[in-house]
């Protein structure tokens, strides 16, 4: 059973304009969330988080946007760049896994940002 | 930079051989490090925490002996795989907490012929 799921496994955009990349989860015990950025043959690199006390997070070009009561988070990128192709992966922890705070990942969706 | 460091990059080896993985926390102590392994356009998927000084915890369905993990210090964290075959060819990304969020290695990729 999936707990993270990213339902698309790509998506397009030019350069420019707005990037969202969208994600699900099904444990309402997840209070932590986390998007990481992976290049091929590169592990990933943490991009933003948000906990689930707030509803929004932003740092730079990245908005985390959480909604808790339809487990669902979005990261938006505006504008996007040709850089910011790569696959992008939700993450979340739960209170229970306490001070180890394991992640579930959902499978990653593929962004190509086109010049 | 880098807070992670894992190696090698990438290794081949002939089936039934053993290949060892190294991850090294940087500038800073490490008693937890975790263990994932990633399928071709699959998820990340942890196969076990390594604690400091004391038995590593295993997700359910790895196997603890052919996955060996021995974290001596509080800077490296070693996977052992032994007697590998070529279903164990996979990427492995080690990763450790700094303050908030886990930071992860470059990643191993491994090829079993």
């Known amino acids: 059973d999936q707990q993270v799921k990213q339902n698309s496994p790509s998506l397009s955009v030019q350069e420019g304009r707005i990037s969202i990349l969208n994600c699900d989860y099904t444990?309402?015990?997840?209070?932590?969330f986390l998007w990481y950025k992976k290049y091929p043959a590169e592990g990933p690199t943490f991009l933003i988080s948000?906990?689930?006390?707030?509803d929004k997070n932003e740092d730079g070009r990245f908005t985390v946007f959480l909604n808790k009561s339809a487990k669902h988070l979005s990261l938006h990128i505006v504008p996007s760049q040709p850089g910011d192709s790569a696959v992008y992966f939700c993450?979340?922890?739960?209170?229970?896994?306490?001070?180890?705070?394991?992640?579930?990942f959902g499978s990653g969706t593929q962004l190509t940002v086109l010049p | 930079g880098a807070v992670v460091s894992q190696h090698p990059s990438r290794v081949i080896c002939k089936s039934g051989t053993s290949v060892k993985i190294e991850c090294r926390s940087l500038?800073?102590?490490?008693?937890?490090m975790f263990w994932y392994r990633q399928f071709p356009k699959k998820s990340l998927m942890l196969m076990a925490t390594?604690?400091?000084?004391?038995?590593?915890?295993?997700e359910q369905g790895v196997e603890k002996d052919k996955f060996l993990i021995n974290h001596a210090s509080l800077t490296l964290s070693t996977l052992t795989v032994t007697s590998a075959h070529p279903e164990d060819s996979s990427f492995y990304i080690c990763?450790?907490?700094?303050?908030?969020?886990?930071?992860f290695g470059n990643g191993t990729r491994l090829t079993v012929t």
């Open positions: 390594s604690n400091e000084g004391s038995k590593a915890t295993y």
């Open positions: 993450a979340a922890s739960e209170r229970s896994s306490g001070s180890a705070r394991q992640l579930t």
């Open positions: 500038d800073f102590q490490a008693t937890t």
């Open positions: 948000i906990s689930s006390i707030k």
């Open positions: 990763s450790a907490r700094v303050g908030g969020p886990l930071h």
């Open positions: 444990n309402s015990m997840f209070d932590y």
